[in-house]
């Protein structure tokens, strides 16, 4: 297995190219101890993780493995090719960000932010979908927020592909297929009848901004 890595540093706007060559059973950190072990950030496939507390130096904020999503995904478990399968990297290219002046990210208290978003996410819902839907939405939620997993990484799993099989991202978070089109539907995601997958359109970028403002609003709060 070949992968370009791109090291972009944030500091000085500089791209740094390297060529991994390893093989299926190669890992994350397999590939970051290759590039000289910088402080690595995700950013770019972890948008609002890596923004708001989650940009870690030794995970991941989570992939998807064995037909389900693992939250705090360790660079050292987690294979080169889990991590380009979970988001359909196809031309086998990465980017690493780093130059950062600090490591780590905000704290915050997780049962919080969830009621923070809620009203918003629950006010999102009801304008795409009917109030029968919304509570089977309010329920997958719920069951995120006892499970301990932040927002940030449920949102960014959502809006992780272009493209999505409702019954893939239903397996993947361990919700119904139902509640999985709801879901998408709600990020307005469209549905292509001729792929017949639902995918991103030009309001999905829209909502995602949207869900940003609010969570820094929260975190600030």
Same mark, same amino acid.
């Given at each position: 297995m070949? $992968?370009?890595i791109v090291?972009h540093?944030?500091f000085?706007?500089t791209?740094?190219e !390297?060529?991994f060559? *390893?093989s299926?059973e190669?890992t994350m =950190?397999?590939?970051?101890? @290759?590039i000289g ?5 995700? &950013?770019?496939y972890?948008?609002?993780?890596? =923004? +708001?507390?989650?940009?870690s130096d @030794?995970?991941l904020? %989570?992939?998807f493995?064995?037909n389900r999503?693992v939250?705090d995904?360790?660079?050292?478990e987690?294979r080169?090719t889990?991590?380009?399968k ?8 990465? =980017?690493?960000?780093t130059g !950062?002046?600090?490591a780590?990210?905000?704290?915050f208290?997780?049962?919080?932010? +969830?009621d923070y978003?809620?009203p918003?996410?629950n006010?999102l /819902?009801?304008s795409? $979908?009917? /109030?029968f839907?919304c509570a089977g939405?309010k /329920?997958? %939620?719920?069951k995120f927020?006892?499970?301990?997993i932040?927002p #940030?990484v449920?949102i960014d /799993?959502?809006f992780?592909?272009q493209k +999505?099989?409702?019954? &893939?991202l239903?397996? !993947?978070?361990?919700v119904?297929?139902?509640?999985a089109?709801? $879901?998408? #539907?709600?990020y #307005?995601?469209?549905y292509?009848k001729? =792929?017949r997958? !639902? ?5 999905? &970028? #829209?909502?995602?901004?949207e $869900?940003n403002?609010?969570? *820094? ?5």
């Open positions: 070949e $992968l370009k090291l540093n944030v000085d706007e791209d740094t !390297y060529t060559t *390893g299926d190669s =950190q397999d590939v970051l101890d @290759y072990n910088p402080i690595p950030d995700f &950013e770019v972890y948008p609002l993780c890596y =923004q +708001w507390f989650l940009n @030794y995970a904020p %989570f992939v493995k064995n999503m939250y995904a360790l660079f050292s987690t080169v889990t991590f380009l979970t988001h359909c990297i196809e031309n086998g290219t990465i =980017q690493i960000n !950062y002046p600090q780590g990210g905000v704290d208290d997780l049962v919080l932010l +969830w978003l809620s918003f996410l006010n /819902a009801s795409t $979908l009917s /109030a839907v939405i /329920a997958v %939620f719920d927020k006892k499970e301990k932040p #940030q449920f /799993a959502v992780s592909r +999505w099989n409702p019954f &893939e239903a397996e !993947y978070l361990g119904g297929i139902t509640e089109k709801n $879901l998408l #539907q709600m #307005q995601y469209e292509d001729t =792929q997958v !639902y995918v991103q359109s030009q309001k999905t &970028e #829209q909502v995602r901004k $869900l403002e609010n969570m *820094g609003k929260g975190i600030e709060s």
